[in-house]
């Protein structure tokens, strides 16, 4: 994405170096005090979009990266005073809006860290209201089984043993515990279907 600059960029600012200050005493006591707010807004002009830059690479979208840059320029014209020497103001600034962007994307990660994240696998109550008047239904029409017939499927489907250890465990064949099974399954369906 684009990132537009709200000035057009400027030709570089020449900063006043430190032999020019001594020579002029109006110079030296505004290089003592610190950097000045055209000093500074010269700065803005000129080294905005590059600063824009510098933000895009560490952040991801256009408005954090406008966000960052314009904090960066407001803690800087705010401790102005400390900056004495002019030529350290853009140095000072590109090291401002990459704390900022570090700041950001530490404030983004810890965010997502702390969103609440979904229960697993946890049933909504409509859920769990359905899956018991299912399960009633379905106890109803196990009581209208034959008592061999009910037999048979709890222990095969609910207790989970084979057709063997049914039939061992009832006393009966291994093609009798079949027989059971699928009567019973028939008439279980059956009686689901007419609850309905």
């Not at 006393?171 to 279907?193: N, Q, V, W």
């Amino acid at each position: 994405m684009p990132v537009i600059a709200p000035w057009p960029a400027a030709r570089p600012v020449r900063m006043p170096g430190p032999r020019e200050a001594q020579g002029d005493g109006d110079a030296a006591t505004a290089g003592a005090v610190g950097t000045t707010v055209d000093q500074l807004t010269e700065t803005y002009r000129a080294h905005y979009a590059s600063l824009l830059r510098l933000a895009a690479l560490l952040l991801d979208d256009t408005a954090s990266c406008e966000d960052v840059v314009q904090e960066a320029f407001i803690r800087v014209h705010a401790s102005r005073k400390r900056v004495r020497d002019p030529a350290k103001v853009l140095p000072y600034l590109r090291q401002t809006v990459v704390n900022l962007s570090r700041s950001a994307l530490r404030r983004r990660f810890l965010n997502l860290k702390l969103l609440a994240k979904p229960m697993p696998d946890m049933a909504s109550a409509e859920e769990g209201a359905w899956d018991r008047l299912e399960r009633d239904r379905l106890i109803e029409a196990m009581r209208g089984l034959q008592q061999r017939q009910r037999e048979v499927l709890v222990l095969r489907y609910f207790a989970d043993m084979s057709e063997a250890r049914v039939a061992e465990t009832l006393g009966i064949s291994r093609g009798a515990a079949k027989a059971y099974a699928s009567r019973g399954i028939a008439a279980l369906r059956t009686a689901m279907d007419t609850a309905e």
